[in-house]
């Protein structure tokens, strides 16, 4: 590692010894033997800054608790994971981490009617009615993951036996989250482009109805897929499902944090989005968004009595199971709400990033741009097979010399070994890191000697 | 806030900020505009270490994101919250927070099959088998929360109509897990002492077969409760529901990660515990740990299929919804668990000063301790209507008055303005810090005159 960052981290940790001292201590302040330690540890510090300034000094700590390694790659490198990019916290949410990471942080002022979303200490109730704002929806719940959206929308709405629409590019959460309410998926083909269309969706639709006598319980449908990241017609595909009365789920995993999002003009009556995929918030974190016809049903609180105590818990919602991030997961997401509002104007950018990069890799002779092209996403899936798989059938180290080579350039995050079909993300990339990467294929290509296209 | 306390906040926030200056640069080092921002920003870093060494300065820092107040109540005070003690996080948890709390950050080395408990980098496939050992199950798996293991257990054990025995103290996430399965729940009722008993048990299975002509789906009892943390008998409840033939599912929100837990011994079918409760670790997060007849069903692996691509996922499991924990959640509860594992080893020393604090209070004139007593635990239900509630009739503050007095000893978590019956929680204080609490509140009764018992 280099040395500076092994030292901005050796201080941190500097720093959280110093506050365990804190932690032990008397409220009165500390006592002659702890105000030596704090010396010691004070000591220690400054001769870690000291190195941090000077870029000198060895490491000193390389394992948290024995058996963690210190995970310092988004500082050491550029990072293309294809899900990691849009996760990765700002700033002020590790700030926010390093306040509220205690288990039940986010309690300390809980009062009646004692539910997450009505918590003012810190500010939680007003982000509930901000994000439901953003997303133009009428509630907002924060989930542990998408996933768990889907899960509630589902076991709300289906039953035993029913059929749920989804692509045939869906993400296996949403095939879960019906399998777990008692339905069964039906798959909405894709045209040539890979794309989902609504005419397809429809024909979707009759042809269940048609199967089965009955209409789907929920259309679920993802804007941006995981596989390519293409751009399915979600509007189109929102107005099909609510002509025959559906009510549609607009999955955002890949949207709602990076792009707008309007869930009204879209014609959803749910929208789930991602915290620690595209909202740069600790896991398993995420958001549920209803509209107002939907939400007695998906939000519905507690009906179920003690039979004995005669025990109510009214206030409760069913779904949720009550609270859901009582903790450091919410209060990243809270802190990085501002700046993940911000950055959501500037989604062109990234696209136009994304764009950049995917034509430099297209002047590589034999390399493909799976995805739609040009990239309306940062997520691309390519196929080197024509490209950088040629060397690695030769290669005494096979397709993980290629990953030897982007980790040599400081480059992490695509998928070990593989030199044929992988994706990658530009997400979050300044222009100055997306040249570097881009110069680094070609490099790599170069050094090589895989023909670049003219 | 205490100067140097602030000052070590700043400190961190410093150092945060000299970490998204690594970010933002290019693998190959910083160029000289990002050299000379960090030199100011290592300034920076040296003027508040400077002032934490001396105890001077004054606060720069005093909002996250704007909107949120540093939260330093563990560091100032001591926290007697009922729920926040054993949750609080571990020096070496706040280290692997600072190093993993970005999203997805658990994923850097996913490979094939491709599923959470199977990462051995780090270490989280062995870490599931250390749970699974050290709670004596045979199966673990980590989960957003205790009452998403509930939800596990009660969607795959109970149909729509189902009875499901709880306690009559359950915590309202056991009846929210049933309800949304579809099931119903009936109570067991207490004794004269408010403990659950294996014949009160047996009696309500009996009464439960004789008005629906069918056995309880289940039965899910709380080892302590959250009401009183009085120790039911968990493992006679454990023999009755086997005599039945009804699995058992232990609740161990209140025990797993502070005393030792035996599945085995107990007879538990599922033992689930919550991280950010009492394993130290960020919300939210838990542990389902399943014996070896149980796990096929719960832990069951999707057997879904795409109709048009025939798509299988068959690894991922359904309940779990594929993985869980895929962040910092996760990180803090196997950087916390060697101290977590330890710390239940001095379980007796934690009931000890609960019950040096009980006596305390109780030698205050007109206090009641309402939990069992001697305490078995260390979150106890007092009585103090008697006692500081005297005071609260007269005073202009009312309740408020003893808060005032508590938080101006340096003392937080109580109830604010409670001055009948309340929680409190004293895990985690030292010998040192549970004297300056019995101290503080004998303190208070004697500046109010309420006479102290003989």
Not at 34 to 42: D, F, H, N
Not at 120 to 145: N, S, Y
Not at 400 to 421: C, H, K, N, Q, W
């Amino acid at each position: 590692m280099n040395i500076r960052i092994q030292k901005t981290f050796e201080a941190l940790f500097a720093l959280e010894e110093i506050r365990g001292i804190f932690r032990a201590s008397l409220p009165t302040g500390l006592d002659p033997g702890e105000e030596a330690l704090l010396g010691r540890r004070i000591a220690d510090l400054k001769a870690i800054v000291a190195d941090l300034e000077a870029g000198t000094g060895a490491p000193r700590v390389t394992r948290i608790a024995g058996t963690l390694d210190v995970r310092s790659r988004e500082e050491q490198s550029i990072n293309i994971h294809p899900i990691q990019a849009a996760g990765r916290l700002t700033t002020e949410a590790r700030k926010a981490l390093i306040s509220y990471g205690d288990g039940y942080s986010t309690c300390d002022f809980c009062r009646k009617p004692f539910r997450l979303d009505k918590i003012t200490k810190p500010g939680i109730a007003e982000f509930h009615g901000e994000l439901a704002r953003w997303l133009h929806m009428d509630e907002a719940r924060v989930v542990p993951g998408a996933r768990r959206g889907f899960q509630a929308v589902a076991s709300s709405l289906v039953e035993k036996g029913d059929t749920v629409i989804v692509s045939a590019l869906a993400h296996y959460t949403e095939f879960l989250a019906v399998e777990e309410a008692g339905g069964i998926v039906k798959e909405v083909p894709l045209d040539g482009r890979n794309i989902v269309t609504a005419d397809a969706t429809a024909q979707k639709i009759e042809d269940v109805r048609r199967e089965t006598g009955k209409l789907p319980a929920l259309v679920m449908i993802d804007h941006f897929d995981y596989q390519f990241a293409n751009e399915h017609e979600i509007a189109g595909i929102g107005r099909v499902a609510h002509q025959y009365g559906i009510p549609f789920l607009y999955n955002g995993a890949y949207t709602v944090g990076v792009m707008p999002v309007d869930g009204k003009r879209i014609g959803a009556d749910f929208v789930v989005g991602s915290g620690h995929k595209s909202m740069a918030s600790v896991a398993p974190s995420g958001v549920l968004a209803v509209n107002e016809e939907y939400a007695p049903k998906v939000l519905r609180t507690t009906g179920m009595v003690g039979d004995v105590t005669k025990r109510k818990f009214g206030i409760k919602e069913v779904e949720m199971l009550g609270c859901t991030l009582m903790g450091g997961t919410l209060l990243t997401m809270m802190a990085s709400f501002p700046a993940v509002k911000e950055r959501t104007l500037h989604w062109d950018e990234e696209v136009e990033r994304s764009n950049f990069f995917a034509g430099a890799l297209l002047r590589i002779g034999g390399s493909r741009v799976l995805s739609e092209y040009p990239r309306r996403h940062t997520l691309t899936k390519v196929d080197t097979t024509g490209s950088f798989d040629t060397v690695a059938r030769t290669h005494k180290r096979r397709g993980f010399y290629f990953s030897d080579e982007l980790s040599s350039r400081g480059i992490v995050g695509e998928f070990a070994g593989a030199t044929r079909t992988w994706k990658l993300n530009t997400y979050g990339l300044t222009w100055r890191q997306v040249r570097y990467l881009a110069d680094a294929f070609t490099e790599i290509a170069e050094k090589y000697q895989i023909p670049m296209q003219r």
